[in-house]
């Protein structure tokens, strides 16, 4: 059947849902097609189940807290895994339910549950359809990758898209990748009882870029877990195990979750119908701030399988924008402040610009540090592990970004990433309103050892305004 | 003996401490006059103890939501409140080891542990000498208040200076005041098993002043805990209890802590001297930018014993300006944006101006508000309690303030007044990162409700910046 249409999107995820919501307000006339599970990677795979389960492995990882604190049984506390692994999908699928409401009240013209080839860059191919279309959102998102050495592997293999579904976890896990997925599940499963093992590449977690961060936690975090950070040396089975060996030693393991990168997900498009070949894994060059193809400006890319980071309100912005750009003249958009969190315990997140991107732009720049190690309200609740690093411009004294592992370090670096995308100076952070007790006193205690550095200014002697 | 000083500052708590670092900058020739307890009400008997027993409640609380997420054996868990006193007193007393270890650094000539009066306005007397000061600090802070019905029935009541002196937690308890304190230590012992009872005088807690929030956290915390709003009928002992008649009904108590208010500490500094009354209750009239007096420019007023709230960032803050201007030209300096926070669970908290604030000055303004039942992330944590209502001037659109109870409460707060302080509106707010999932995204959705209301802009369709 044929179908002609203002705006076919390829992807009911949250690039796609976000833009289908901006090109609703300028025409009925557009389709979303999506051949695969609906429901979002975030809500179903991603964000929002992994939440859960950290949430649960974090609660009962309190009770190491509770003799301190004058409370008895906590040794007593057992952990159903099976129930926690029910626990999660019950919350995971109301998370999906949420998402498939809001689909409902589409009307099911606007639906095609098929996957889409492209004919040529105006024409979609599915089973049942063919759609031509005057603008198109491409949004297929991302998969997670498998390196070569666990190919032949499968059957030991978990990656995100099974791993919520395990009716009850394995005894003993190897989690391949220190990333932020890699992280945040392997210390929640290690704290759930699963005898684990992360094996990470290099000396590095969470994408930290700053050394001396990465050397705090890298190695706090190996006091929290077993981590290995030489890689998988070598592979086999032996019996109904796997026998993984890193940093010369062999670890015999039930599963391996794999979450060692995202791909993109460009495969049976046919967008070598267009002229790209992918086979090298590029991605097609696009503007960034407006989404647009460069060699098609009448296709839009956005979410996961643009190949940036992988963060659900940038994939919901990058929607967004592709989504206007579709139905109204094309405006570049201004990507917001970065903001990147791994939610293990401590945080780890990096807001602003990363060590790493100010050192390659050779930015002079200097650090304020604090440690959480005897910091009050840290010590009230019984986590003294962190360290905040925050970089401010010599000269402007202006905050340019920050690296942080902190208890409640999602917040931190929401306040962070705000003054930044202020663009203000060390002076007139200091100037806002610290409570006490607060972890962002920790904050402010770095902050001040950036303008000690720096040198503060004359008009602020007291970190208050005066009135002139 | 007699003294010369440059400056005299009485009282070594939050207030006089803070001053006393200005000071030290331009002159070594002062003195910290204080007979009383060291360590600071802050760190000895109010934010820092009151913060170690609320961590123990909620850790000890949390075993409610144990089996929902797998957990087993939460039904078993004991507290044994003996310790958990204990653990509090020792973290309070390495707070208070933190302020004394500050302390000793200056020397012995700066200091003297007796109470001071005034002779005239640049003399005062203590037990050994009679101190001659070109400037004086008055930081003699705050002590709670007795109401006069509890009067001939002191050996049942408690107040801060000594609960957290108390070697166990009474059966039974009777919280006067659902302020601040009586909230955050009210919960806290009734999660930690004592049979309480909250009295307040009116339908109110913690100082909401938003209406609809207040009928909405009343609500929730009188599910949470015992709470009435009929104020104290009747008091009578009975054998080893107290028998209080609140709302009707009598309620039969062995201790009662009375948190109904702190008053301003004059008494014993003859302050009558310098020509003022405090029969009357009322505090010498001070300018609050200088914290100079009006009628004796020399002398300044810092902390809790202004009169003004009894908060700890702003005692410090007063103490500094206190402390800057008796050893430079006097300057005003601006108060920073307002910031409360009642560490109760959910938090309350109000940043900028209050309800009452905008309704009283006549102001023309809209309010965004959310739920936190069903907000994802709160969803995640089992905390599904809280409403939060943000106020933006209806022409400029920029956020004013804000009233709420929010699981995470506290951070949302700081992000509030720190926006609040930048000036921003709503448009410029909603451009900021949210990370997801977390607790900011609620904030969100009261900004795009109060975005919605007060009509957004067309420059922003998007929420973010257009590049121009």
Redesign the interface.
């Known amino acids: 059947m044929k179908r002609e249409v203002d705006v076919a999107i390829i992807g009911a995820g949250s690039g796609g849902l976000s833009a289908r919501r ?1 090109v609703e307000k300028k025409t009925k006339n557009y389709v979303v097609i999506d051949g695969g599970t609906l429901g979002t990677t ?1 809500a179903r795979v991603g ?2 189940p992994s ?2 389960l950290i ?2 492995a974090e ?2 990882y ?1 009770r190491n ?2 003799l ?7 040794d ?12 999660v999908r019950k ?1 995971r699928d ?2 999906v339910r949420g998402v498939l409401g809001g689909m409902n009240s589409w009307g099911q013209e606007h639906f095609i549950d098929e996957y889409a080839k492209f004919v040529d860059a105006n024409t979609l191919k599915t089973k049942s359809f063919e759609i031509t279309a005057k603008k198109i959102i491409l949004a297929s998102g991302s998969s997670p990758a498998i390196p070569d050495i666990f190919k032949g592997y499968e059957s030991f293999l978990i990656t995100t898209d099974s791993f919520f579904e395990l009716e009850d976890l394995p005894k003993s896990m190897a989690v391949i990748g220190l990333g932020v997925i890699g992280m945040e599940l392997g210390q929640a499963v290690s704290r759930l009882g699963v005898n684990t093992i992360g094996i990470g590449r290099r000396k590095n977690v969470c994408g930290i870029t700053d050394p001396k961060l990465n050397d705090y936690a890298t190695q706090k975090f190996s006091e929290l877990l077993n981590l290995s950070f030489a890689g998988v040396e070598k592979v086999e089975q032996k019996k109904n195990q796997l026998a993984i060996t890193t940093d010369g030693k062999t670890h015999y393991v039930d599963k391996v979750l794999v979450t060692s990168g995202r791909g993109a997900q460009w495969q049976n498009l046919n967008i070598e119908a267009l002229g790209y070949d992918l086979n090298n894994k590029i991605i097609p060059e696009f503007d960034s ?1 407006t989404r647009a193809l460069t060699k098609y400006p009448h296709i839009f890319i956005a979410g996961d399988n643009s190949g940036e980071k992988q ?3 940038e994939a919901s ?1 990058e929607g ?2 592709a989504g ?1 750009n579709a139905v109204n003249e094309v ?11 791994t939610f293990s315990d401590p945080n780890i997140a990096c807001s602003g610009a990363s060590y790493k991107e100010l050192t390659d732009k050779g930015i002079d720049f200097e650090i304020g540090e604090v440690s959480f190690e005897g910091q ?2 840290s ?4 986590k003294e592990i962190g360290m905040l690093r925050v970089y401010g411009d010599k000269k402007s004294k202006r905050i340019l970004g920050s690296e942080l592992m902190a208890p ?1 370090g ?2 931190l ?3 962070l ?3 930044i ?2 663009e ?1 100076n060390v002076n007139e952070v200091l ?8 972890i ?1 006193e920790g904050l402010r205690t770095a902050l001040r050892d950036l303008r000690d550095k720096i040198g503060g200014n004359e008009d602020w ?2 970190e ?4 002139l």
Chains 1, 2 share one sequence.
């Open positions: 901006e975030c964000c929002m939440k859960v949430q649960v609660d009962f309190r807290k509770h301190e604190e004058g409370i008895h049984g906590g007593k506390l057992t952990v159903n895994t099976k129930e926690v692994m029910a626990h919350l109301r998370f701030e963060i659900l309100h912005d967004r924008v206007y405006k570049a958009f201004r990507p917001r402040t970065p903001l990147m969190v009050g309200r010590i009230v609740k019984l409640d999602e917040h670096a929401h306040l990433s705000w003054v995308s202020q203000m100037n806002l309103p610290f409570y006490h007790p607060v962002e002697p007291l208050i305004k005066m009135r």
